[in-house]
T-cell receptor
Framework: EDQVTQSPEALRLQEGESSSLNCSYT??????LFWYRQDPGKGPEFLFT???AGEEKEKERLKATLTKKESFLHITAPKPEDSATYLC?????????FGQGTRLTINP | GAGVSQSPRYKVAKRGQDVALRCDPI?????LFWYQQALGQGPEFLTY????????KSGLPSDRFFAERPEGSVSTLKIQRTQQEDSAVYLC??????????FGEGSRLTVL
């Protein structure tokens, strides 16, 4: 069964304190792994797509990496505006299968 | 429009009422998806359209849920005889078939 598990469920950091979020997946034939950001009361907002092990992508303070079994979202020197829920998803046929998300809070 | 538009943003229904949720996708996007998101959880797939054809409805939880996209653009998700467990945010997303989904802000349904 295709499955996505994210950890931790929630993470509190001080402003400037770097950390990583984990996304573990089991899927037959990965077609793409996606990271989204979701603010309260909003729909998910696309961040990155990764297609093959070893691939990395960066955007401002965020960097996503991919191995054969998991993906990491690294957050460097975060700011309070980075507070959000971060969702990981894998593409299965035409649809995305999401994890439960990591709720990130950055304290000033 | 510039993005995916959903209406209503909030809907309160009494148990047993029927509801209809509308999605207006990004112009030119052939693929349209409906997801259900419970509080504190990730989105769960409900159904998928390519143009007007409903190609996958494996995620619809019961036969009370019905979705349509008759002209390949606007879509409606209908829930008949609503139950309390139907309370959730219903997200619509559209895509150009690259895999990346563009989401609307969702319709929050509360069933009393």
């Amino acid at each position: 069964e295709d499955q996505v598990t994210q950890s931790p469920e929630a993470l509190r950091l001080q402003e400037g304190e770097s950390s990583s979020l984990n996304c573990s997946y089991t899927v037959s034939g990965l077609r793409g792994l996606f990271w989204y950001r979701q603010d309260p009361g909003k729909g998910p907002e696309f961040l990155f797509t990764l297609y093959s092990a070893g691939e990395e992508k960066e955007k401002e303070r965020l960097k996503a990496t991919l191995t054969k079994k998991e993906s990491f979202l690294h957050i460097t020197a975060p700011k309070p505006e980075d507070s959000a829920t971060y969702l990981c998803a894998v593409q299965v046929a035409q649809k995305l299968v999401f994890g439960q998300g990591t709720r990130l809070t950055i304290n000033p | 429009g510039a993005g995916v538009s959903q209406s209503p943003r909030y809907k309160v229904a009494k148990r047993g009422q029927d509801v209809a949720l509308r999605c207006d996708p990004i112009s030119g996007h052939v693929s349209l998806f409906w997801y259900q998101q419970a509080l504190g959880q990730g989105p769960e797939f409900l159904t998928y359209f390519q143009n007007e054809a409903q190609l996958d409805k494996s995620g619809l939880p019961s036969d009370r849920f019905f979705a349509e996209r008759p002209e390949g653009s606007v879509s409606t998700l209908k829930i008949q005889r609503t139950q309390q467990e139907d309370s959730a945010v219903y997200l619509c997303a559209s895509s150009t078939n690259t895999g990346e989904l563009f989401f609307g802000e969702g319709s929050r349904l509360t069933v009393l």
